[in-house]
């Protein structure tokens, strides 16, 4: 079996109509995402780059402003989801921008891991995740959520059906 070289996804270019439907889709159209503030930044191959500004409505201790857990899982689980997004689009540019985005019909999160490192207290946090591999049935993410400063607050890996 002969195995092809993967391409470099750094030399790839999304159209902008692209990356304007998949930036809708998770700001918009997912609106668990739009509840938790989750504006996506950039869009690349290679990587996508999110961020949260902190609401009273996300503070999850009280006394210390502190972001809630669950807003941090469920924003990395998200922001993995459209790393695998952007990778499956890399895969096949070949194919108009509508059968692309046609592709992510079967996304799912297979399995999540969140390691808290520090407390996420400030105004707003920065959300980035990549690609480790993106098989036939099977993509593995690393995600990081982190300060402005960035600091790295959190960080993630996360597996997803993609077929």
């Not at 990356?19 to 668990?32: G, N, P, T, W």
């Not at 780059?49 to 006394?63: F, K, N, Q, S, V």
């Not at 924003?75 to 459209?82: E, F, I, K, N, Y």
């Not at 959520?145 to 890996?157: E, I, K």
């Amino acid at each position: 079996m002969t195995r092809t070289k993967a391409p470099d996804l750094s030399t790839i270019e999304f159209e902008p109509e692209f990356v304007a439907a998949l930036a809708d889709i998770f700001e918009r159209q997912i609106v668990f995402n739009q509840m938790l503030g989750l504006k996506v930044t950039d869009i690349r191959p290679e990587r996508v780059t999110a961020r949260i500004d902190m609401r009273h409505e996300l503070i999850g201790h009280p006394a210390y402003n502190r972001i809630h857990g669950g807003v941090i899982s469920a924003s990395l689980d998200a922001l993995g989801g459209l790393a695998v997004l952007a990778a499956i689009g890399a895969r096949h540019m070949d194919e108009p921008v509508s059968q692309r985005l046609h592709r992510f019909a079967k996304l799912g999160t297979i399995d999540l891991r969140i390691d808290y490192l520090r407390p996420g207290i400030g105004e707003s946090f920065v959300l980035q995740a990549e690609v480790l591999r993106l098989g036939s049935r099977v993509a593995s993410t690393r995600m990081s959520f982190m300060g402005t400063d960035g600091t790295l607050l959190s960080c993630g890996s996360g597996a997803y059906i993609v077929s």
